[in-house]
């Protein structure tokens, strides 16, 4: 019933710049934290940032700085804006949403991925 899409990524050169972003739909009630993940090969996955619906936010150390998340909650939207990339931010990055339906459940949903590659 809810799904989430993301888009943004690509291939750009070190210290480039990428904006992700991530649309829920489907039937949802409200949406609590929303969030960025990543995944490279061979590694675990970890958060790289996450916003409450209040707008509080929090951020990996390696991203501090120059990652930026926001969301705009009229859209049920979560965005995250990357500069300065480097190589080792290379990974998968999925979009990742708390979710509370009419059953008043809350679920966490995720995105099914999107690349984004950074060459030295």
């Known amino acids: 019933q809810v799904h989430l899409v993301e888009s943004g990524g690509g291939l750009v050169q070190a210290g480039g710049s990428l904006r992700l972003s991530c649309a829920a739909s489907?039937?949802?009630?409200?949406?609590?934290?929303m969030g960025w993940y990543r995944q490279a090969p061979g590694k675990q996955r970890e958060l790289v940032a996450f916003?409450?619906?209040?707008?509080?936010?929090n951020y990996a150390e390696s991203v501090k700085d120059r990652f930026t998340i926001s969301r705009d909650n009229a859209k049920n939207t979560v965005y995250l804006q990357m500069n300065s990339l480097k190589p080792e931010d290379t990974a998968v990055y999925y979009c990742?949403?708390?979710?509370?339906?009419?059953?008043?459940?809350?679920?966490?949903?995720w995105g099914q991925g999107t690349q984004v590659t950074v060459s030295s």
């Open positions: 916003i409450t619906r209040g707008g509080r936010t």
């Open positions: 990742n949403a708390d979710i509370i339906g009419y059953d008043v459940s809350s679920r966490d949903y």
């Open positions: 489907g039937s949802i009630f409200s949406i609590n934290a």
